[in-house]
C-alpha cells in the first residue's frame, strides 16, 4: 500500500513508499528525488533558447513540472535545495552560484521558483492537472507568482516602473510558451507513468 504522502502525485504513482517502509528508506527516497530535481533546475538554468525579444532560460518550466509531479511539499523543498546549492556557490544559476546571486536583481524571481512550485504542486494534486484547462491555469498561476517575487524584489532596487520594462515585459512571449510547453508536457509524463507501471 503506497503512503498518502505519494499517493496523489505522479511521482508517487511512479515511485511509491510502503506506509510501513523504514524511516531511513523514505528519507533515501526523498533525498534521492531532491538531488534530481535540483540537477533539472540546474541543467534548466543553463539553457537559453533563442527567442525575440531576449533569450528564454528555462527554469520557470522546469521549477513548474517540478512542483507538478512531486507534488507542493517536495516540489517546493526540491527548489529550496537547488538555492541552497547555489548559496553554496555551486554554479547552478544561470549567473553561476553565489550568496550574491540571492540578493541580487534577479533574487526575487529565484526565491519565486519555491513558491511557484509548491503552488502548481499543490493545484495538481487537488486535480488541477486533470484537464488542459485547470493545467492551463495551474502554471499561469505558478507564473504568475514567479513575476511577482521577480518584481517586487526588482522594484525596490529600480523602481516599478522600471522593473516592468526590465524585468516582465520583456519575457511575456517566453513565459506563455513556457506554459504551453508545461501544459503540453503534463500529460506526457502522466501516460509514461502509466506505462512504466504497467
Do not use: C
Request: charged share 10%.
Amino acid at each position: 500500500m503506497a503512503s498518502s504522502e505519494t499517493s496523489s502525485t505522479l511521482i508517487g504513482a511512479l515511485w511509491s513508499v510502503d506506509a510501513e517502509a523504514s524511516t531511513s528508506s523514505k528519507i533515501f527516497r526523498l533525498a534521492i528525488l531532491a538531488l534530481a530535481g535540483s540537477m533539472i533546475m540546474a541543467i534548466s538554468a543553463q539553457i537559453a533558447v533563442p527567442m525575440w525579444p531576449v533569450p528564454m532560460t528555462m527554469q520557470t518550466l522546469a521549477a513548474s513540472l517540478i512542483g507538478a509531479v512531486y507534488g507542493w511539499r517536495l516540489g517546493g523543498a526540491t527548489v529550496a535545495l537547488y538555492i541552497a546549492e547555489g548559496a553554496m556557490g555551486l554554479p547552478v544559476f544561470s549567473s553561476g552560484g553565489s550568496l550574491a546571486s540571492l540578493v541580487g536583481p534577479t533574487a526575487g524571481y529565484i526565491y519565486g521558483f519555491v513558491a511557484a512550485a509548491a503552488l502548481v504542486g499543490y493545484l495538481v494534486e487537488k486535480g488541477w492537472g486533470a484537464t488542459i484547462l485547470k493545467s492551463t491555469v495551474a502554471m499561469t498561476l505558478g507564473t504568475a507568482v514567479i513575476f511577482a517575487g521577480g518584481l517586487s524584489w526588482l522594484s525596490t532596487l529600480i523602481g516599478f516602473e522600471a522593473a516592468l520594462v526590465s524585468g516582465f515585459y520583456p519575457f511575456i512571449v517566453g513565459g506563455m510558451v513556457k506554459i504551453a510547453l508545461a501544459v503540453a508536457l503534463l500529460p506526457i509524463v502522466g501516460n509514461l507513468v502509466g506505462k512504466i507501471r504497467k
